[in-house]
C-alpha cells in the first residue's frame, strides 16, 4: 500500500476539514480494510484502483455478512478518498462514481417515555459523590440533547449557571451554545458544591466532569454509568450513551418545538438528520390513537 496520499488525506480531514477523532478513526479503518482486501488482490497502490476493484470490495463485506449501513459507510469513505485525489490531481478519474450505496431502512432510534426519564435520572444516590456528579451528567444531557462525546469535552468555562446556558464544540469543530433547563442548572451547582471539590485532585483541572481519579471523565466511563442505573431503573429497552439526547429531541417535538430549533440544539447540519425524530413522534401517535379511538 502506498502510505504517503493516505497520510496526506488524513491530514486534510484532520486539520482542513476539522474532523472529530472519532470520525477520523472511522475513515482509517475503512480505508486500512479496503487497502488490505487490494493488496490481498494484488493491487498495492489505490491510485490504481478501477471500479470493478471496489465493486468487488462491496461484495466480499456482503459475502462476509457486513450490515448494510457498514457497507454503505466503507463506500462514502471510499469516495472521500478518491475525491481528495481528484482535487490532488493524483487521478484523472473517479473509480468511486456512480456507485449507489446500498439500499437500508431508517431504523428509528430507541428513545424513553417521560416516565422512563424520570425514572432512570432518579436513580443516582446523592449522598455520594459520585452519584451528585452522575445525576448532574443525566441532566445535562436531557436538558441539553448534546452528544455524550460533547458533555464529556466540557471544561469549566463552558458553563454559566448565572446565564443558563452551556457552549460546546461538535462536529466539524463548529460551537453552539445550548439552554439548560432549571432542573439541570440546580443540579450543576450541587455538583460544583458538594462533588467536584472532591474528586478533583489538582487546582488546574479544567475538565468539568471527572472521574474518581481527578480526570477528565470518558465516553466509555460514562456508558457504564448509564447502562447501571438503566439496570437499577429496571428499565427493558436498550439503552445507548445517545438514547436521553434521542429522547430529548423527541419530547420537545411531541410538546410543539418548531424542528429548526431542535436542529440548532442537537447540531446538526442537515435538517434532514432532525426529520428522524418527527418519524418518532409520527408513530407514538399513530399508537396511541390506535389504542385509543373506538374506530381506529
Not at 133 to 148: F, N, P, Q, S, W
Request: with cysteine; charged share 25%.
Amino acid at each position: 500500500m502506498n502510505d504517503k496520499w493516505f497520510k496526506e488525506y488524513q491530514y486534510f480531514l484532520e486539520v482542513e476539514k476539522g474532523l472529530a477523532k472519532n470520525t477520523l478513526e472511522s475513515y482509517g479503518r475503512d480505508l486500512k480494510s479496503f487497502f488490505s482486501f487490494l493488496n490481498s488482490n494484488n493491487c498495492s497502490n489505490p491510485v490504481n484502483v478501477c471500479r470493478n476493484d471496489i465493486v468487488s470490495y462491496l461484495l466480499h463485506l456482503q459475502k462476509k455478512g457486513r450490515a448494510v449501513s457498514t457497507i454503505s459507510r466503507n463506500l462514502a469513505s471510499i469516495r472521500s478518498f478518491y475525491h481528495f485525489l481528484i482535487e490532488e490531481q493524483v487521478v484523472k478519474q473517479d473509480p468511486s462514481s456512480n456507485l449507489e450505496s446500498p439500499r437500508q431502512e431508517k431504523k428509528l432510534p430507541e428513545i424513553l417515555s417521560i416516565s422512563e426519564v424520570d425514572l432512570l435520572l432518579s436513580q443516582p444516590n446523592q449522598l455520594e459523590v459520585t452519584g451528585i456528579r452522575d445525576k448532574a451528567m443525566l441532566e445535562v444531557i436531557y436538558a441539553t440533547g448534546i452528544r455524550v462525546s460533547e458533555m464529556v469535552s466540557l471544561n469549566k468555562t463552558d458553563i454559566n449557571i448565572d446565564s443558563g446556558y452551556l457552549r460546546c464544540i461538535g462536529k466539524g469543530n463548529k460551537e453552539r451554545i445550548v439552554p439548560l433547563g432549571k432542573v439541570a442548572i440546580k443540579n450543576i451547582f450541587y455538583y460544583l458544591e458538594k462533588s467536584r471539590p472532591k474528586l478533583v485532585k489538582t487546582d488546574g483541572e479544567e475538565a468539568f466532569f471527572v472521574n474518581h481519579h481527578g480526570k477528565r471523565l470518558t465516553r466509555q466511563g460514562f456508558w457504564k454509568i448509564i447502562k447501571k442505573y438503566a439496570q437499577l431503573a429496571d428499565i427493558k429497552r436498550k439503552i445507548t450513551p445517545h438514547t436521553l439526547r434521542h429522547s430529548f429531541a423527541t419530547h420537545l417535538l411531541e410538546n410543539g418545538a418548531d424542528l429548526r430549533s431542535v436542529q440548532e440544539m442537537l447540531g446538526h447540519a442537515d435538517i434532514s438528520t432532525t426529520q428522524i425524530y418527527t418519524h418518532i413522534t409520527r408513530k407514538r401517535l399513530r399508537g396511541v390513537y390506535e389504542k385509543s379511538h373506538p374506530r381506529a
